[in-house]
């Protein structure tokens, strides 16, 4: 099956820096990379989102870019805010059942 | 995006007792949703992938007969845990994928089992 790995587990940047999380996976077939955004108690919220066609996605502060060759993917968000505090998880698709495999997930704190 | 509702968000029980939880799909029709269960600081787990009109398809090491999964509409989909049990504490939270296979998670369910 899929196998996603995400790094860093945690990350801590100061407010107004950028952060850049990424992720490898095993399956060449798998062509949707989503990004979701987890405040505790809650629940995770699609942020961005790429398909294999497509090389690079951006919408206002946040970014994801897609190497199909090397299979990773990275989300950057630039101008970071304190409410962008939060675990962030990729996840990785394909296939006609929809089915997700997430990665562990980037606890990723900004400091004011 | 697309909004999807479950509930309850938190329930106690006692031992023994069954739960039920529903996800439902307010503005799309889902014919496929996903069950996972999620333990403190720790990533989303797939437990079962909820068929419309057929039936569930449970990841290995997922007790079918105790996880029971109904998906008997494009909007609806349940999950019952049967004869809970201290170990079964945790939060519960399905998805359901729209047309353009995006996942879109409900508000979880905190299972307590005392």
């Known amino acids: 099956g899929e196998n996603v790995e995400q790094h860093p587990s945690t990350l801590s940047v100061q407010e107004g820096d950028s952060a850049v999380i990424k992720c490898t996976y095993s399956?060449?077939?798998?062509?949707?990379f989503p990004w979701y955004k987890q405040e505790l108690g809650k629940r995770p919220q699609l942020i961005i989102d790429?398909?294999?066609?497509?090389g690079e996605k951006k919408d206002q502060r946040i970014a994801v870019t897609l190497n199909k060759t090397a299979k990773h993917f990275s989300l950057h968000i630039t101008e970071t805010q304190p409410e962008d505090s939060a675990v962030y998880f990729c996840?990785?698709?394909?296939?006609?059942?929809?089915?997700?495999?997430f990665g562990k997930g980037t606890l990723l704190t900004v400091n004011p | 995006g697309a909004v999807v509702s479950q509930h309850p968000s938190r329930v106690i029980c006692k031992s023994g007792t069954s739960v039920k939880i529903e996800c439902r799909s307010l503005?799309?029709?889902?014919?496929?949703m996903f069950w996972y269960r999620q333990f403190p600081k720790q990533s989303l787990m797939l437990m079962a992938t909820?068929?419309?009109?057929?039936?569930?398809?449970?990841e290995q090491g997922v007790e079918k007969d105790k996880f029971l999964i109904n998906h008997a509409s494009l909007t609806l989909s349940t999950l019952t845990v049967t004869s809970a049990h201290p170990e079964d504490s945790s939060f519960y939270i399905c998805?359901?994928?729209?047309?353009?296979?995006?996942?879109?998670f409900g508000q979880g369910t905190r299972l307590t089992v005392v």
């Open positions: 998805s359901a994928t729209d047309a353009g296979a995006r996942a879109f």
């Open positions: 399956d060449s077939a798998s062509n949707y």
């Open positions: 790429i398909r294999s066609n497509v």
């Open positions: 996840a990785v698709g394909g296939g006609s059942n929809y089915k997700l495999t």
């Open positions: 503005d799309f029709q889902a014919t496929t």
């Open positions: 909820s068929n419309e009109g057929s039936k569930a398809t449970y």
